[in-house]
């Protein structure tokens, strides 16, 4: 049994333990990036396949026909071609539940450093700006107290609920909006009252076909002007240049981001450009604590196992 793991370096194995994972099959061979033209390549004799953002489409599943077993080292499946896969008998494994305490941590970390606007006044002390103050300290950002203000949540699954939870912890009052895709749930209210009450608005909701770019030029304006954005979830629900827009202008009080629609992001994003006011965005790491990568990587390997429990009079 052979298997492939296609970019390793999204995982920095090197501060996990992959013993486990080793031990599966007979033979692995690590990659830590590989391109496009690499792929029906390295794929070509193995058994298992392990990707986390690496695209499978149909031709290379089709001219894959050693392949039995595909694992994407991540939540999301959509750099596979399911349905390819479907018609080939080949199951499609992913991992879910092991970013939420890291990503919880890393949404209340943007949201203190915009409420604070510490990253800001560090800037400020590093440029010589304190040292020339006539008082004993600088007032020169606003900075918001979290205690009795009011979070929104989008998306409100097991990271919706560990943010709410750290959001409750500061003393802030939640507000849970009601899901678009199923029934309603007591005690949530509706968009249109989230929009209009929240201080801070947080995304925790999947991309889907009915919510791209959900967070548009009309979205914002529905939001306080004293009110801040936050995204941990998927780039591809806001529109970008309407962010950059109304943070220009003023309509939001500010925005920290940790995904974009396209990552790496081009030079000539327009969420990169210097002129935006009080924006945060950070490279899509509130997933990469130790601990979350190490869960992800024990998940994959539980996926494997449990395909070898089942299939092991077939192989």
């Known amino acids: 049994m052979r298997g492939v793991f296609l970019d390793t370096l999204t995982m920095k194995p090197e501060e996990l333990d992959i013993s486990a994972l080793e031990h599966l099959l007979d033979h692995w061979d690590f990659f830590e990036t590989t391109s496009p033209d690499q792929t029906a390549a390295r794929i070509a004799k193995a058994?298992?396949?392990?990707?986390?953002?690496?695209?499978?489409?149909?031709?290379?599943?089709?001219?894959?026909?050693?392949?039995?077993?595909?694992?994407?080292?991540?939540?999301?499946t959509n750099n596979i071609d399911l349905a390819a896969a479907a018609e080939k008998n080949i199951p499609v494994k992913n991992v879910t539940g092991y970013t939420g305490t890291s990503l919880a941590q890393h949404t209340i970390a943007l949201?203190?450093?915009?409420?604070?606007?510490?990253?800001?006044y560090n800037e400020d002390v590093k440029n010589g700006?304190?040292?020339?103050?006539?008082?004993?300290?600088?007032?020169?950002?606003?900075?918001?107290?979290?205690?009795?203000?009011?979070?929104?949540?989008?998306?409100?699954?097991?990271?919706?609920?560990?943010v709410a939870a750290l959001g409750q912890a500061l003393?802030?009052?939640?507000?849970?909006?009601q899901s678009a895709t199923s029934e309603e749930k007591s005690g949530r209210v509706s968009l249109e009252t989230m929009l209009a009450e929240s201080d801070v608005i947080s995304l925790h909701c999947p991309l889907t076909e009915q919510n791209s770019k959900m967070?548009?030029?009309?979205?914002?304006?529905?939001?306080?002007?004293?009110?801040?954005?936050?995204?941990?979830?998927?780039?591809?629900?806001?529109?970008?240049?309407a962010l950059a827009e109304a943070l220009r202008r003023g309509v939001i009080a500010g925005a920290a981001?940790?995904?974009?629609s396209t990552e790496p992001p081009p030079a000539d994003h327009?969420?990169?450009?210097?002129?935006?006011?009080?924006?945060?965005?950070?490279?899509?790491?509130?997933?990469?604590?130790?601990?979350?990568?190490?869960?992800?990587?024990?998940?994959?390997?539980?996926?494997?196992?449990?395909?070898?429990?089942?299939?092991?009079?077939?192989?």
């Open 129 to 162: 700006r304190w040292s020339q103050s006539p008082i004993f300290c600088r007032l020169d950002y606003p900075v918001m107290e979290l205690a009795g203000k009011n979070l929104g949540i989008i998306g409100c699954g097991d990271l919706g609920k560990k």
């Open 47 to 76: 058994d298992v396949v392990i990707t986390n953002k690496v695209v499978l489409d149909r031709p290379l599943i089709d001219n894959a026909p050693n392949l039995k077993l595909i694992c994407v080292c991540a939540t999301g």
């Open 270 to 315: 327009p969420l990169l450009a210097t002129d935006i006011p009080n924006l945060i965005i950070t490279p899509h790491n509130a997933w990469i604590s130790r601990e979350s990568r190490q869960r992800l990587l024990d998940g994959v390997v539980r996926n494997i196992q449990d395909w070898l429990n089942t299939n092991s009079r077939n192989i």
């Open 111 to 120: 949201l203190l450093a915009l409420a604070t606007r510490w990253y800001t």
């Open 215 to 241: 967070v548009n030029r009309e979205f914002l304006a529905a939001m306080k002007d004293s009110a801040f954005l936050i995204n941990t979830a998927r780039g591809g629900l806001v529109d970008e240049k």
């Open 257 to 260: 981001l940790d995904v974009l």
């Open 171 to 177: 003393g802030m009052n939640l507000l849970i909006a």
